[in-house]
């Protein structure tokens, strides 16, 4: 009996790895009549569900195109091998994405070329994963409009769901980008031209949510074509499409209130946004927001704002920085009404006439300044009101020496000065990581210069140090958070070493022992948050910890 079991073991063991073979092979066996063969093998498949919804895309699956232009080297499918699918002939794959691989195809009946998109998991896939492509095909398929992608059929062969699209063998707007800034008057044009297609694609009820330079094709005459509809979102209330709260999307391009993850509030603005990101990166070379990580890049987007475009570029025009700019807006009531209304402006642009994008005033650049640089404007403030506190003590009070007094507003007027010069290193240096530990040595330093001016080791000054270790954390940098950790306690151990040396006496010694176990706790507990959050950054960019 034992034989037989064993027997029966290795029979099951046999038939799984053929069933594995088949499918690395890129041939889809049949999965009822496995399952009709080996019902034992149901969970096992099961569990292969799983993994396979679970794998984190490869770098070669970022962002679906239908045009090799943004894609590994074209490749046959197999070993140059024409492969038959239903009525179609795989020739040569040209892009693949998370949920599809598209194929360069000729259709039998009508001997014709199309682009043929292939669901990624085949009889592996999840119903979400199916229904979401499903989703794509017939929100694709609705639309007619010289400047979108069309698809000519959708169906199911083998348990694998494809829908056939028209071939745009040019290239696309990201390689477009990677030549440099274009001519204003050419990114405006064609920003235009899209404008106008996205406003067709929200006439049907339909939101891209994924609109960047790669899913816009460029035919050979240049022509816009957009594609890729795989996070389009339906407006139709009942759609199932439209519940799901993750945050997807491509972070340089997504919306705030998308990157956020309020799903309420994507709506056709939030496409207008991305359009304007769009605009953004063919004037500057580079999207408004890029980050060393997606979720360095989140951040900015919900809390930053871009750097201006004449900064970047200063041949961009005034006008067009201003509609950029407008489409770029953090509340989506503040940026243009719809796509045709970017179009409309981006027209008058073009036709030389007055834009309706007006710029701000003072108090509303002076927040987006604020937001533009962050960490300058708190420190700027900080001083300031430090600044302000400190002469009204030495006007109302008139216990301060003059030369105290002077001391410490010219340390405070030397601690903004460094905050301008490590901001300016910050955005121009090489390599920003050493203008951050460069910027974090200079406040515990010449918070250090106040404390010893002011000769106060027991002051309310002093919160400043944990206040540092804290504000560290914001740049999400475990090293930083150790480095500004170890300065502060070091400079306040060389302030109880000054005040020792100069006859003090430590009345309150064991007051300076917890503060120091303070600052080493608060540090390591802002370290480890820190550490939490880029794991889980790691983890959405599919790469291990280091």
Same mark, same amino acid.
């Given at each position: ?30 999965r009822a009549s496995f399952l009709a063969r080996h019902p034992e093998l149901a969970a ?79 009889q592996l896939a999840s119903p979400e994963v199916v229904r979401r492509f499903l989703a ?197 009531? !503040? %940026?243009?009404?719809? =796509? @045709? &209304?970017?179009?409309?402006? $981006?027209?008058?642009? /073009? *036709?030389? #006439? ?80 050493? !203008? %951050?530990?460069?910027? =974090? @040595? &200079?406040?515990?330093?010449? $918070?250090?210069?106040? /404390? *010893?001016? #002011? ?92």
């Amino acid at each position: 009996m034992a034989a037989d079991a064993n027997s029966h073991d290795d029979a099951l063991a046999a038939a799984l790895d053929s069933y594995l073979a088949e499918l690395q092979t890129g041939r889809m066996p049949d999965r009822a009549s496995f399952l009709a063969r080996h019902p034992e093998l149901a969970a096992m498949l099961d569990c292969l569900d799983q993994l396979e919804q679970l794998a984190p895309p490869s770098s070669a699956q970022a962002g679906a195109v239908n045009s090799s232009a943004d894609s590994p080297v074209p490749r046959q499918p197999e070993a140059g091998a024409v492969i038959d699918f239903d009525r179609y002939e795989l020739l040569e794959e040209i892009g693949r994405g998370g949920m599809g691989v598209v194929y360069k195809a000729r259709q039998k009946g009508l001997d014709r070329v199309v682009a043929l998109k292939i669901i990624l998991a085949g009889q592996l896939a999840s119903p979400e994963v199916v229904r979401r492509f499903l989703a794509e095909s017939r929100a694709a398929a609705r639309l007619q409009h010289p400047n979108i992608v069309r698809v000519f059929e959708a169906g199911e062969f083998q348990g694998r769901h494809f829908f056939a699209m028209e071939l745009v063998t040019g290239s696309n707007l990201a390689a477009l980008a990677r030549r440099g800034p274009l001519d204003p008057m050419d990114a405006a044009r064609l920003v235009s031209t899209v404008a106008r297609a996205v406003e067709h694609l929200h006439s049907q009820g339909i939101i891209h949510r994924d609109l960047k330079p790669s899913n816009i094709l460029l035919d050979e005459n240049g022509r816009p074509f957009v594609t890729d509809f795989g996070l389009a979102k339906l407006l139709d209330a009942q759609s199932q499409v439209t519940q799901s709260g993750v945050i997807a999307g491509t972070p340089s391009y997504m919306p705030p209130e998308q990157a956020a993850g309020r799903v309420a509030q994507i709506g056709p603005r939030s496409d207008v946004y991305s359009l304007g990101a769009i605009l953004y990166e063919l004037l500057a070379g580079r999207p408004p927001f890029r980050a060393e990580s997606p979720l360095d890049t989140l951040v900015q987007v919900i809390e930053s704002e871009p750097t201006l475009l004449r900064d970047v570029n200063p041949r961009v025009p005034r006008e067009l920085e201003l509609i950029c700019l407008r489409c770029l807006e953090k509340s989506p009531d !503040a %940026r243009y009404p719809s =796509a @045709a &209304a970017l179009a409309d402006d $981006l027209e008058r642009f /073009l *036709k030389g #006439d007055a834009v309706e994008a007006r710029p701000h005033g003072v108090w509303q650049q002076a927040r987006r300044w604020a937001r533009r640089e962050p960490a300058l404007a708190s420190r700027l403030i900080g001083l300031a009101i430090c600044a302000l506190i400190a002469q009204a003590n030495y006007l109302a009070l008139h216990n301060v020496p003059l030369s105290l007094h002077v001391n410490v507003m010219v340390t405070l007027a030397v601690w903004m000065l460094v905050s301008v010069a490590c901001q300016w290193l910050l955005r121009h240096d090489r390599w920003p990581g050493a !203008a %951050r530990f460069v910027w =974090a @040595a &200079a406040d515990v330093l010449l $918070l250090t210069a106040v /404390l *010893k001016e #002011d000769d106060a080791l027991v002051s309310p000054i002093t919160v400043g140090y944990p206040m540092l270790i804290a504000a560290s954390g914001l740049w999400f940098r475990v090293p930083l958070v150790a480095f500004t950790t170890v300065v502060s306690v070091l400079c306040y151990g060389a302030l109880l070493a000054d005040n020792f040396a100069n006859g003090g006496i430590f009345e309150r010694w064991n007051w300076h022992a917890v503060f120091v176990v303070t600052l080493g706790v608060i540090g390591f507990v802002v370290a480890y948050q820190v550490r939490r959050v880029r794991a889980l950054s790691r983890f959405y960019e599919g790469r291990p910890l280091p």
